[in-house]
Each structure stands twice: as structure tokens, then as C-alpha cells.
């Protein structure tokens, strides 16, 4: 009787139902895929599915003004964690906000400490090939143009650190947050997201379950 081998690293592929039958035999069937979907995958994304469900029911208990005043405040959180790169590029005097950043010692503390990191970045990476190759004065020139560099790529860096968190909390609030405060204010909406919230919540966990 010939004898039929897996390859090395292929799964074996089983029915929703198998997978379960297998479960309950107490077999380890997270090594096998179903729907082309390896299981492990499956209880991962139960745990994802789970979450969102019990989040959903967790916005339902707290009621849309509360929900609300969360999302503001969220927001709120999110545009103070932009206040550190906007205070470095305000220190350090290369952007001006329209307001009085020139402090005098702060600003050229800041500038110095700027300045230094990328004189050591010049002396431990670029200096000796640049005045090998190109000599003195062409190597401090292009030292020189790389300054300008560095600048711009700090204060575009900065910029973008700032900016994400403020988008970030604005998107929480206004995309997500806030329409759905405004659909739990809604009797009959907010009774389907309940029961939706619910519903989910099982089907994560049974995946969930069926992976472990």
C-alpha cells in the first residue's frame, strides 16, 4: 500500500467543523489551517475581534456623553505628547511659532547641544574619508553643507513627531469616537451595537478558544 507523506513545513488542511472535532479530542490543531488560514492565525485574530467587541459594549455602558468626553480629552493627550519635539524646535531657535523663543542661554544651550551631536556624528563617520578624498577646505565645505542638512532633517523629524500624535488624537475623536457617541445616542442604534458588540465578542473568543 503506498504510503502518502506531507513535505516538510506544509499544513494540513481541515474543515471548521474537523478542526473542532479534533479540539474536543483534545488534539493540537493550531498547526493546521482551515480556509487556507493557519488556526494559530485564527485565535490571534479572535483575540482581535474579542477586544473590539468588548470595547464596543464597555462605549455602551458608558453612554454616549461620557464617550464623548473621553474622545475630547483622548485628544487632548494626544496633543500634549506633541509638546516635547515642539518645544526642542522652539529652543533650539531654527522655527519660530510667532512667538518669543529667543531666551538668550536657553536657546544657545539647546543650540550647542544640537551642534555638538552632529559634530560627533562629522568626526566619527565623515571627516577623515572627506579629507582624504576631497582635502581640507572641499571637505569642510561639504561639512558645512551637511549642517544645513542636519538642520532641515531635525527640524523636518521634529515637525513629524509633533504632528502625528495631533493627527493621531484628532483621528481617534472625530473619525471614531465621536460618530460613535453619536450613534449610542440613538435608542434603537445603540441596542443593535449591544447586541453587535456581544455577538462579536463570542465569535473572537471561540476562535480564540478553538487555537488554544
Given at each position: 500500500m503506498a504510503c ?21 479530542a483534545g488534539q ?43 474622545g475630547s480629552n ?139
Amino acid at each position: 500500500m503506498a504510503c502518502v507523506s506531507r513535505e516538510p513545513g506544509t499544513m494540513n488542511s481541515i474543515s471548521y467543523f474537523e478542526a473542532w472535532r479534533q479540539w474536543f479530542a483534545g488534539q493540537d490543531v493550531r498547526g493546521s489551517s482551515m480556509l487556507g488560514v493557519q488556526i494559530l492565525w485564527w485565535g490571534r485574530i479572535g483575540k482581535i475581534v474579542s477586544m473590539a467587541g468588548a470595547l464596543t459594549i464597555l462605549a455602551d455602558l458608558a453612554g454616549p456623553a461620557r464617550l464623548s468626553a473621553f474622545g475630547s480629552n483622548l485628544e487632548e493627550v494626544f496633543k500634549a505628547l506633541s509638546w516635547l519635539p515642539m518645544y526642542l524646535l522652539r529652543r533650539t531657535g531654527l522655527v519660530n511659532f510667532g512667538e518669543d523663543v529667543h531666551s538668550g542661554v536657553a536657546n544657545f544651550v539647546a543650540f550647542l547641544m544640537l551642534l555638538s551631536g552632529y559634530a560627533y556624528l562629522v568626526q566619527q563617520f565623515l571627516w577623515s574619508n572627506l579629507r582624504e578624498r576631497y582635502g581640507v577646505v572641499i571637505g569642510a565645505f561639504f561639512v558645512v553643507v551637511l549642517w544645513v542638512v542636519f538642520c532641515l532633517a531635525v527640524i523636518s523629524a521634529s515637525a513629524l513627531a509633533a504632528a502625528i500624535p495631533i493627527f493621531l488624537g484628532w483621528a481617534l475623536d472625530k473619525l471614531v469616537i465621536g460618530p460613535l457617541a453619536r450613534v449610542l445616542s440613538s435608542g434603537t442604534a445603540a441596542k443593535r451595537i449591544e447586541v453587535t458588540g456581544l455577538l462579536v465578542t463570542l465569535l473572537g473568543f471561540h476562535f480564540d478558544l478553538l487555537s488554544s
